[in-house]
């Protein structure tokens, strides 16, 4: 991956930075502003919230609560909510058809990763066209810590985010869409966040290229079991995406990496064998 800064703003369309923040990835988007930080950090809007109900007496609650003569229970409240948190999840659950696209998708992209590092000698593992960019090896090794970051940020601050009502299927098109065409577009230059840098972590690019596919497979099953995908959103460059878009980003990032993976591969000095 180039190490740049901001590509110009062209278009009209925003310009792209990345960044870490702690051990989590985010991204941030900006048009001349300064780059917002903290998408996934702390405070973020989960534990703000969270710091809220924590704040609250629900004993105090309860007593403002009245049916006839009895007084509401609290656990009546915490039970209604949790049936409508319930109820939000599955009235947004991802279609099966969504489902079976995403899959496809996922082991598309991992295909095309494969058939860019199949067969590749020591030469072309390492090659660089140039000192500040990234080789064959090293972009296998991000894609492969990405896989597991991408999934984690889903699992962990996605989908322990609060259920939020349900979008339109308008809405919903328009940022898979998104995703899916923002994301691999290569003329937007963007910077490998830290935690993400190659550090030779799994030893060998055959070992990167083994565990980026054992990271996909887990990020498949994660998709194929797990219920309310679209219930619950989360901050991202292009807006709120759900979780199913945080998987469908997760297939977007490796094709982006393929198509630099064939830029490498079409450089003249690229070695035969």
């Given at each position: 991956m180039?190490?740049?800064?901001?590509?110009?703003?062209?278009?009209?369309?925003?310009?792209?930075?990345v960044?870490?923040?702690?051990?989590?990835?985010?991204?941030a988007?900006?048009?001349?502003e300064?780059?917002?930080?903290?998408?996934?950090?702390?405070?973020?809007?989960?534990?703000?919230?969270v710091?809220?109900?924590?704040?609250?007496?629900?004993?105090?609650f309860?007593?403002?609560?009245?049916?006839?003569?009895?007084?509401?229970?609290?656990?009546?409240?915490?039970?209604?909510?949790?049936?409508?948190?319930?109820?939000?999840?599955?009235a947004?659950?991802?279609?099966?058809?969504?489902?079976?696209?995403?899959?496809?998708?996922?082991?598309?992209?991992?295909?095309?990763v494969?058939?860019?590092?199949?067969?590749?000698s020591?030469?072309?593992?390492?090659?660089k066209?140039?000192?500040?960019?990234?080789?064959?090896?090293?972009l296998?090794?991000?894609?492969?810590?990405?896989?597991?970051?991408?999934?984690?940020?889903?699992?962990?601050?996605?989908?322990?985010?609060?259920?939020?009502?349900?979008?339109?299927?308008?809405?919903?098109?328009?940022?898979?869409?998104?995703?899916?065409?923002?994301?691999?577009?290569?003329?937007?230059?963007?910077?490998?966040?830290?935690?993400?840098?190659?550090t030779?972590?799994?030893?060998s690019?055959?070992?990167?290229?083994?565990?980026f596919?054992?990271?996909?497979?887990?990020?498949?099953?994660?998709?194929?079991?797990?219920?309310?995908?679209?219930?619950?959103?989360?901050?991202?460059?292009?807006?709120?995406?759900?979780?199913?878009?945080?998987?469908?980003?997760?297939?977007?990032?490796?094709?982006?990496?393929?198509?630099?993976?064939?830029?490498?591969?079409?450089?003249?000095?690229?070695?035969?064998?």
């Amino acid at each position: 991956m180039k190490q740049m800064g901001v590509a110009p703003r062209t278009g009209g369309q925003p310009n792209v930075s990345v960044d870490a923040c702690g051990n989590h990835w985010y991204i941030a988007r900006h048009g001349g502003e300064p780059v917002r930080t903290g998408f996934f950090g702390l405070p973020n809007a989960v534990q703000r919230l969270v710091g809220v109900f924590n704040s609250v007496s629900f004993a105090k609650f309860s007593r403002g609560w009245k049916t006839g003569m009895k007084r509401f229970p609290a656990g009546a409240v915490l039970i209604a909510v949790a049936l409508a948190s319930a109820a939000s999840a599955k009235a947004q659950d991802v279609s099966q058809a969504e489902k079976d696209r995403a899959l496809q998708y996922l082991e598309s992209t991992k295909k095309g990763v494969l058939d860019a590092t199949r067969g590749l000698s020591d030469a072309q593992w390492t090659f660089k066209s140039a000192p500040d960019r990234w080789s064959l090896a090293e972009l296998i090794e991000h894609l492969a810590a990405a896989e597991d970051m991408l999934r984690g940020v889903t699992q962990e601050q996605i989908m322990k985010s609060p259920a939020v009502p349900a979008r339109s299927v308008e809405e919903i098109k328009k940022s898979d869409e998104a995703v899916l065409t923002m994301v691999p577009d290569r003329s937007h230059k963007v910077q490998a966040p830290e935690p993400l840098k190659p550090t030779n972590r799994f030893g060998s690019p055959q070992e990167a290229q083994k565990h980026f596919v054992e990271s996909r497979a887990a990020t498949e099953e994660y998709l194929k079991s797990t219920p309310g995908l679209r219930a619950h959103l989360g901050d991202s460059p292009l807006g709120k995406l759900d979780g199913h878009e945080f998987l469908l980003f997760t297939g977007a990032h490796s094709e982006r990496h393929t198509k630099q993976m064939l830029e490498v591969k079409a450089d003249p000095n690229f070695p035969k064998s």
